[in-house]
């Protein structure tokens, strides 16, 4: 198994620091050493003072986004030694307030986020051969999204424009317009409609690269667009005309 001493340069803010710094510390990774592995190495061995956030380790609960190398991440699914740099750069999440290290502010995310009202589960897809087990009338699981952030951190719009309504809000209420489950559609497709809804984003698809749970925000919000149009067409030439 190879093993090499990596450098983490870390990002440091405490509440009342003026501005964050660096801090760099050196850490011996293997094959399966993953960031959020090393980062806890580092605090247990070195500095207990370095605060992150975490929960599942593989990639289910969504509380270890970070930016490594300058990308959005999350900490616990990558493998330090597959990054091929000596230096790993670790920073919080953009477009949030950094509450200490790499630990942000999530309210401002579930403020907009929750406001959507989208259920946590939908009907699972299954191939049509599968047999349903007794008493089941369908398969559910879990929505894509686990909360993670890292779209928002991804998203440029979000650095310049407070108010937007940003990639992971408006991928759920794009869900929920698909797939209503008994949430009311039309205050959401009115809500989305507006200054800092879905005409706001530039699509670049910054959020896509970033998610890492195949919700695919940016080509939601351009469902959502579409649907937009269909509605403004219906209301133009009623439900039987052209367009
Ligand atoms: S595609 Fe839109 S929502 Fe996604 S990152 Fe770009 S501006 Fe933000
Ligand atoms: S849409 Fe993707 S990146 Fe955004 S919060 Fe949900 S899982 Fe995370
Ligand atoms: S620790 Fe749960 S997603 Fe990384």
Redesign the pocket.
Same mark, same amino acid.
């Given at each position: 198994m190879a093993e090499q001493i990596i450098e983490f340069k870390v990002q440091r803010y405490k509440q009342g620091q003026p501005a964050p710094t660096y801090q760099t510390f050196k850490t011996l990774c293997d094959d399966n050493t993953t960031v959020l592995v090393a980062l806890q190495d580092i605090r247990r061995d070195q500095d207990g003072s370095l605060v992150l956030r975490h929960s599942c380790h593989h990639a289910s609960c969504g509380t270890c986004g970070m930016r490594v190398n300058g990308k959005e991440e999350l900490g616990c699914v990558v493998k330090v030694l597959d990054l091929g740099t000596s230096t790993v750069t670790v920073e919080p999440m953009r477009n949030m307030p950094i509450i200490s290290d790499l630990v942000v502010n999530m309210e401002p995310f579930y403020d907009r986020y929750n406001a959507v009202g989208m259920p946590y589960v939908r009907q699972s897809e299954y191939l049509d051969e599968a047999d349903l087990a007794e008493g089941l009338e369908a398969y559910q699981r879990y929505e894509n999204c686990i909360e993670c952030n890292l779209?928002v951190s &991804?998203?440029? *719009?979000?650095g310049s424009d407070e108010l937007y309504l940003?990639?992971a809000t408006?991928a759920a209420a794009r869900r929920v317009i698909e797939e209503p489950r008994g949430v009311p559609t039309k205050p959401l497709l009115d809500w989305v409609d507006s200054e800092n809804g879905c005409w706001r984003?530039?699509?670049?698809?910054?959020?896509?690269t970033a998610c890492p749970s195949e919700v695919y925000? &940016?080509d939601q *919000?351009m469902a959502l667009r579409r649907d937009l149009t269909k509605r403004k067409f219906r209301g133009l030439f009623g439900r039987g005309g052209k367009g």
């Open positions: 779209c &991804g998203c440029p *719009i979000m940003g990639p408006l984003c530039h699509v670049a698809y910054e959020c896509n925000p &940016g *919000i």
